[in-house]
Structure formats: structure tokens, C-alpha cells
């Protein structure tokens, strides 16, 4: 199943939006992301790992799918989705989805890859960092995250070989789900709006 978020007016560029590990497509954070891109020209579309779909009929919590799987599923609704859209055509997505879609983006052809709070390294394990593939990367991509994400802050990503294609947005204060810390004096409002605001000059541009 697909769900759409259309702009009123024209349509700049499509973007496929896959969701996080624990959290499904109709999230609050999806929902309100797949809302603001959309009411900046971008037109978004959900859809959901085979693991969460099955929560989704019987509400049992189960681990993702193994790592194949996922990105067979990932390829199947690209196919889906290219032939049903024009012009420019996206993929990527919050946490786990975001990384998913990274693997494929050359593979797939993508205009762009655009991943929202990526899981450079699992929570304690900066040691075991999931970025190789991100080294050799072509499609331009924009990732953004949060300066104290605990799955890569600001001074552990620094450290990172990542490709020119690669441009990362770092939001103050900020964690796994672009929350700044109340002392900060910043908002997760003005996170997200500004989030939205630079995914949908990347795609524009």
C-alpha cells in the first residue's frame, strides 16, 4: 500500500519516504514531514517494510526484515512508483529507511537521496560504523541530523570518510528524532520546518 502527499500546485519532485525501524509510514514524525515537503512543492510517498505491514494486520511488534528482504521491498515499490510519476524521483527516509535506500540509490538511478536522522552506527557501538558504501556514494544526497543523535553526533561523523555527493545538515542540539534539548532555546517545530525547508531546496535545486 502506497500513501500519497500531493502539493496543491505543481509537483517539483517525488520523493519516496521509507519509514524508521520501530516506528511505522502514518508516524507523527512521517506524518507531519510527508505534510510540510508537500506544502513546499514536493510531493511525498509512504510506504511500509513487510515486517511493519504485518504489525500493521495483527499488531504484534516483530524486528525488520533481514537486510535482503528490505531492500527487495525497496526496489519493488521504486519500480512501482516510477511508473507512476514524471520527472524527478527521490528515495529515502527516516533512520533505517534513510540507510536502506542509501544502499540503492546508485543502483537505482535515483535523482537524490534524502535521509533524516541516519543510523551511521547502532546506539554505543561508534566503533561499528555502517558507512563504507557512503564513502563511494554518486547520487547527491542530503542528510539531516541531529548534532547529539547517539547513531552519529556531530564530532563522530566528522570523523567519517563520505562522498562529495554527501552533504549533511546539522540541526543544534538535536536528537535521533531532530528534538533540540529544551536549553537550547530552539523548538522540535522549528526543527522540522527547517528540515522541510532545506530537503525541499536539495530537490529543487
Given amino acids: ?30 506524518e507531519d514531514m510527508a505534510q510540510r515537503l508537500a506544502a513546499r512543492g514536493v510531493a511525498v510517498v509512504r510506504f511500509e517494510f513487510p515486517y511493519m505491514a504485518a504489525r500493521r494486520e495483527d499488531g504484534r511488534r516483530r524486528p525488520p526484515n533481514p ?16 511508473q507512476q510519476v514524471t520527472g524527478p524521483l527521490a528515495i529515502g527516509g527516516k533512520s533505517m529507511g534513510g540507510r536502506m535506500a542509501s544502499l540503492l540509490a546508485d543502483e537505482l538511478g535515483a535523482d537524490a537521496l534524502v535521509c533524516l536522522g541516519y543510523p551511521f552506527h547502532a546506539v554505543g557501538k561508534a566503533d561499528k560504523p555502517r ?55 530552539l523548538t522540535h517545530e522549528q526543527h522540522l520546518a527547517n528540515a522541510a525547508d532545506e530537503i525541499a531546496k536539495f530537490l529543487t535545486a
Fill in 1 to 30: 500500500m502506497l500513501v500519497w502527499n500531493r502539493p496543491d500546485g505543481q509537483v517539483s519532485c517525488t520523493l519516496i519516504l521509507a519509514h524508521g525501524a520501530g516506528a511505522p509510514m502514518d508516524s507523527p514524525f512521517m
Fill in 67 to 82: 537486510l535482503a528482504q528490505l531492500l527487495a521491498c525497496w526496489r519493488e515499490v521504486h519500480a512501482l512508483v516510477r
Fill in 131 to 185: 558507512v563504507a558504501h557512503l564513502a563511494d556514494l554518486k547520487t547527491p544526497a542530503l542528510i539531516v541530523q541531529g548534532e547529539r543523535d547517539p547513531m552519529g553526533d556531530r564530532l563522530t561523523v566528522a570523523g567519517y570518510s563520505l562522498s562529495d555527493a554527501i552533504r549533511v545538515h546539522w540541526l543544534a542540539a538535536a536528537d535521533h528524532d531532530l528534538k533540540p534539548l529544551k536549553a537550547s532555546g
